[in-house]
């Protein structure tokens, strides 16, 4: 039985994928901070030997105990999906949270990267989940959109460099999802992306399956067709403008 180890799982984006991939065979650890939350979820999951562990990537410990557990044992995937986002104006807002941020998004994907890449073998895949926003300069959400700006270049780089040893690695890039995220990040509740280009988490994680059983494109754009228009039309406005309208959801 292939075994995957998702962050980020207890809601969410991370929840979908980690329900997915136990309904598609693989032995899953579901790692996040909320134990009660990985325990409902890991008991939803039924027989397979699943499993969860509670940390926080925001902290040293946390990266640290999760990247022995992806040393410890070999795994066939890891999906870095644990993010954090804030709203409002970089000059005026929290110094610590801005630094925990990049801490979560970028570094302990960083280290959970090369920990999994160091016993990976060809077959193996890696999921890192970017986003839309780090195609752009986004007002309002600055760290935020640059940190999946930097998701997306080195992933992008990585499947370069283990193309040749037979591992796959991902960059997926959802648009808007139907969670909670503009909540939890402080963000308005009129300013929201519109239903026609926002996505369930499910059809996220169904178009990530797809192209995980492919194995051809660093990049995965698993967007609504709308949402994957509009961004192509930014592509060929110029920058002042896109901010303009980015700004106005944010």
């Known amino acids: 039985m292939p075994l995957a180890l998702v962050t980020g799982a207890s809601e969410g984006l991370g929840r979908a994928f980690t329900k997915r991939l136990a309904g598609d065979g693989y032995q899953v650890v579901a790692v996040a901070r909320n134990e009660a939350r990985l325990q409902k979820l890991v008991g939803e999951l039924g027989d397979g030997g699943h499993s969860f562990l509670t940390a926080d990537l925001s902290e040293t410990t946390g990266v640290a105990e999760v990247a022995a557990a992806l040393t410890s044992k070999h795994f066939d995937l890891l999906v870095n999906n644990a993010g954090l986002g804030r709203y409002g104006d970089f000059a005026t807002s929290d110094e610590l949270h801005s630094q925990q941020m990049i801490r979560l998004n970028c570094e302990a994907l960083v280290t959970l990267s090369r920990a999994f890449l160091e016993n990976a073998r060809e077959g193996d895949a890696l999921v890192n989940v970017s986003g839309l926003l780090g195609l752009l300069p986004v007002p309002g959400m600055s760290v935020y959109a640059g940190t999946k700006g930097f998701i997306l270049s080195f992933s992008q780089a990585l499947w370069h460099e283990q193309k040749e040893r037979g591992v796959y690695v991902m960059a997926l890039s959802p648009g808007p999802i139907a969670t909670d995220f503009r909540s939890r990040s402080g963000g308005a509740a009129d300013k929201g992306p519109p239903a026609a280009i926002t996505q369930t988490p499910d059809q996220v994680v169904d178009r990530a399956m797809q192209q995980l059983a492919k194995r051809k494109r660093p990049v995965v754009m698993a967007a ?16 002042k403008r896109v901010m303009r309208i980015m700004a106005r959801f944010h």
């Open 224 to 239: 609504a067709r709308r949402a994957r228009l509009l961004f192509s039309l930014f592509g060929r406005m110029p920058r």
